[in-house]
């Protein structure tokens, strides 16, 4: 019986630990000593019609806490991409890297295609806000060269080019999804208006084209 008591303690007080922290108005959680520590995130490649690989790998890395008594409230992650591309030839051409998410879309005719989430955070005492923004990237040879703003809630779909015509990407807002209430009867979908985007590319600049989805 004095076993299962000190078994069930130790349970309790590591648990404790490892747990949230109750402070008034605010839960907040015990940052773990061993930051700061990047995590690996996808790796995506894609070949470009010169027979050259692009290859996307993304790390996230979380800041430290100042001691070991600092109580940390949501701390986003500091995002990054680097970018190794490869000759057809098998010798590396550039290695880069950039801040953000880089989302490979894939190899058209005139370029290979990226989708670009970057964050900034604002803190204060007891808030840690964040904005994002989101781009298009076209890298020609080693780096991006061209790029045109997209929306941050859309799917987005590179159609690539067969006979030299612009490769297209279409950016498309994501379906409303009514919740369950209570009861479990759907709620009424607001008035929203569903917007996309059509872009061309071809070897110079994107040519933007926005449209609205009738309800």
Known sequence: MKKAAFVLLFI??????????????????????VFPMPAVGPSMTAVDRM????IFDVTYTYPAP??????????PPTIQSKVTIVSSEGSVLSTNQYDG?????????????????TY??????TIQA???????????????TVEAPISLAGDVRLNPSVDNRPDVISVLDYLYMPLL???????????????GQLIKFNGGAFDVKMFTIPQ
């Open 66 to 75: 100042l001691d070991a008594n600092v109580r940390i409230i949501r701390v």
């Open 51 to 54: 027979g050259n690989l692009y």
């Open 101 to 117: 998410y880089y989302q490979l879309l894939g190899a058209g005719q005139h370029a290979v295609y990226a989708a670009v989430t």
């Open 12 to 33: 309790l007080i590591s648990t404790a630990s490892y747990g949230q922290v109750s402070v008034p108005g605010v839960v907040v959680s015990v940052a773990p000593s």
């Open 181 to 195: 209430t209570a009861g479990g009867s759907a709620t009424t979908a607001p008035a929203r208006q569903r917007q």
């Open 120 to 125: 900034s955070a604002a803190s204060t005492a």
């Open 130 to 144: 964040m904005t994002s923004t989101r781009k298009l990237l076209a890298f020609i040879g080693t780096a991006p």
